[in-house]
């Protein structure tokens, strides 16, 4: 009996051992080990390979800084970072610097400068999109301390675009800003809830650049005297600039002389401001003559400027007259008709309107 018992529970055990369906289900099980250990191992090595670029690429980040400090050293500009970070890991890196400073010639003067903070980065799939972040209030002032700037902002951003190593757009943003600009001869001083500047070349088209100004709730103690309002102001400028090039590196003098030398123009192809009852609009097209005075032609449209005018010593009656026999004179809003302006500069006087009233130049340098 026992034997028969025994023969019975191996004949058992084999036909266990050669059920294809036990030896499918250990088969998957196996696999799926495989797959969950390989799946680990393949996640390990991913970020034992992100974090190596990370770091080699945050090293290579702060090598080129290092050698950009030392070329501007060289030129006789002295750049410091106290106390220097990196920070972004795992998707970015940013080069932080606290209470960075600047010793150097501004335009051929000698000056200091200093920021609460500075950091610049990108992101790793993004090396050509470089962004700067400023933390205020930034301070300059010449050595012997006599012209100061200070400039106070909530935020402030530079938006920098590469391709090949060629900048290919540059943005700069600031919000809540405030200004006060002096010296032995003036102040200056004014606010603005948004300021955004931006340049990028143009394509095929050697040396010139597009440039965007945009300003939001301007305020100017200088201009609210002008213009005879306290409202804040607005202002949009689209324009294109030739000879871009020629500004480049200088002192101020320099660069106006070598871009007039170079023919350079600025073609304002879209002019908007507004403050209170006064808008403005325009276009026009300015460079420099021989005798470095503004010369070129400017037409603008106004409403709401008749005491600017009569400051001006031009005629608001006078001007839409001429306007209307010229069929000049374009709509109405309400009474308010939209009165085009001309400017013309030339030989070193500008003539406004079509009466001709007749200003001086003085040269710019």
Not at 78 to 83: F, T
Not at 132 to 137: A, T
Request: one cysteine or more.
């Amino acid at each position: 009996m026992f034997g028969k018992n025994v023969d019975s529970d191996e004949d058992g055990s084999a036909r266990m051992r050669s059920n294809p369906m036990i030896d499918r289900s250990e088969a998957r099980r196996w696999r799926r080990g495989f797959l969950a250990w390989g799946s680990l191992a393949v996640v390990v090595a991913l970020a034992i390979g992100w974090t190596i670029v990370w770091f080699a690429a945050s090293s290579m980040a702060q090598s080129r800084l290092d050698g950009w400090l030392e070329k501007e050293a060289a030129r006789g500009r002295v750049w410091s970072c106290p106390e220097r970070r990196v920070e972004g890991f795992p998707s970015s890196f940013y080069v932080v610097c606290e209470r960075p400073t600047f010793s150097g010639a501004v335009d051929g003067t000698e000056a200091q400068a200093r920021l609460t903070r500075l950091s610049a980065g990108a992101f790793l799939w993004a090396p050509g999109h470089v962004d700067v972040e400023l933390v205020g209030p930034l301070a300059l002032a010449t050595k012997d301390e006599k012209s100061r700037l200070a400039l106070a902002f909530r935020r402030m951003r530079l938006d920098l675009r590469f391709s090949m190593e060629k900048l290919q757009r540059a943005a700069l943003l600031g919000e809540e800003l405030e200004i006060r600009w002096t010296d032995p001869n003036a102040a200056f001083d004014g606010k603005a809830r948004s300021v955004e500047l931006s340049a990028q070349p143009v394509e095929n088209a050697l040396q010139t650049y597009d440039i965007a100004v945009k300003g939001a709730g301007l305020a100017f103690p200088e201009l609210d005297r002008f213009v005879e309002s306290t409202e804040p102001a607005s202002l949009l400028i689209d324009a294109r600039l030739s000879g871009a090039a020629s500004l480049a590196a200088g002192r101020g003098a320099e660069r106006l002389e070598r871009w007039r030398v170079a023919r350079g123009r600025l073609f304002v192809e879209r002019l908007a401001f507004g403050k209170g009852a006064l808008e403005l609009t325009g276009s026009g097209e300015l460079g420099l003559d021989e005798l470095h005075r503004l010369e070129g032609r400017v037409e603008l449209g106004e409403r709401g400027a008749d005491a600017l005018l009569l400051r001006l010593g031009v005629s608001p009656a006078a001007i839409g007259v001429a306007n209307a026999l010229s069929g000049l004179l374009r709509g109405a809003d309400a009474g308010r008709p939209t009165v085009k302006l001309p400017f013309s500069l030339e030989n070193g006087k500008v003539a406004i309107g079509p009466l001709r009233k007749v200003y001086r130049l003085k040269p710019l340098y």
